[in-house]
Nanobody, 120 residues
């Protein structure tokens, strides 16, 4: 079994910072792309940032210049550093990873979600 466990959400004032972490564990052979998504109330889940195995990154326009995604392959962990937070960043944030297990079966895995609330 493969699990993704997130941490680091919380309540912060506008202009503040938070760092999210997501650690993968279990029968992992290799982790390919990793990323962070978010879903605000009444809205669809959207991609916030993604990172490849070679650490190429892509970001939603709304977070460019404020958020930074990174990964530590030795720890099977992906991070999201969020700076200059705005009230519109309020959402549940989910990490995602494309993982092949020891049976070489590939699948898309999701974390349980962590709430980020930005007060004005």
């Amino acid at each position: 079994q493969v699990q993704l466990v997130e941490s680091g959400g919380g309540l912060v004032q506008a202009g503040g910072s938070l760092r999210l972490s997501c650690a993968a564990s279990g029968s992992i052979f290799t982790i390919n792309a990793m990323g962070w998504y978010r879903q605000a109330p009444g809205k669809q889940r959207e991609l916030v940032a993604g990172i490849t195995t070679g650490s190429s990154q892509n970001y939603a326009d709304s977070v460019k210049g404020r958020f930074t995604i990174s990964r530590d392959n030795a720890k099977n962990t992906v991070y999201l550093q969020m700076n200059s937070l705005k009230p519109e960043d309020t959402a549940v944030y989910y990490c995602h990873a494309a993982i092949a297990d020891w049976s070489r079966r590939s699948g898309n895995y999701w974390g349980q979600g962590t709430q980020v609330t930005v007060s004005s």
